[in-house]
């Protein structure tokens, strides 16, 4: 009878409450993709792609997401290649390549549950705007910044995706921020000041590693 019982989400139906036990872990999986962009420096598609492919890892684990994840943006960006024969408006173009996408990933149930993989039901949980958008970056990326800077950012993503996986995939994690939703105060203080850093990322001192030599040879 205690005002705290009936501000609980423990007080919501089970089925909601099922909701927010991973609605809840989003903004950690966030906090994980803004450390990795902003202090180590690692590149990725979006903002939001890792976080989002993370989700779809916990149902159907790592191994196997990635594996169907690559068939679709593989198939997905061929289909793409192809397109551009067409001449088509961007618009219209991103339409068709959504319409592929998500024709793929039916495809791509339908003969992994003939073979026995009854987890390929978590392709179903690939947000197919964002798959979409990925395989339209990609397909950018390699034609502006060339194949090598293209591939840094799909294990880029691969990378923070497989980091927040391990955040959104912890039971622990789970029950205490389900039963304790107030920590987000925390995340909330963490995201600012990682907004308000300005100083070195980690990457960027193995990048200019040289020049920092060569500036500590010239004061000495």
């Not at 089925?15 to 903004?27: A, G, H, W």
């Not at 149930?109 to 039901?121: C, F, K, R, T």
């Not at 960027?204 to 590693?209: I, N, V």
Request: net charge positive; aromatic share 10%; glycine share 8%.
């Amino acid at each position: 009878d205690h005002i705290i019982d009936e501000l609980s989400l423990y007080a919501l139906p089970v089925r909601t409450q099922v909701f927010f036990r991973v609605l809840l872990l989003v903004p950690l999986g966030a906090l994980v993709v803004a450390l990795f962009r902003n202090v180590v420096g690692v590149p990725t598609f979006g903002t939001f792609m890792p976080i989002l492919i993370s989700l779809a890892f916990r149902e159907s684990g790592v191994g196997l997401g990635m594996l169907l994840l690559g068939v679709v943006v593989v198939i997905g960006f061929f289909g793409r290649w192809a397109l551009d024969r067409a001449q088509l408006l961007m618009v219209p173009r991103l339409s068709f390549l959504l319409t592929l996408v998500i024709l793929i990933i039916a495809g791509v149930m339908v003969v992994s549950q003939h073979m026995g993989l009854n987890e390929a039901y978590a392709m179903a949980l690939f947000p197919v705007v964002i798959v979409t958008m990925t395989i339209e970056r990609l397909s950018i990326a390699i034609v502006e910044e060339g194949p090598h800077n293209a591939a840094k950012l799909v294990i880029g993503t691969l990378l923070v995706a497989i980091c927040g996986y391990g955040v959104v995939a912890s039971e622990v994690l789970q029950a205490f921020v389900f039963t304790f939703p107030e920590v987000h105060l925390i995340t909330l203080a963490a995201l600012l000041l990682l907004g308000r850093y300005t100083g070195y990322r980690l990457s960027e001192w193995t990048r200019f590693r040289a020049f920092r030599r060569g500036a500590l040879e010239k004061a000495t």
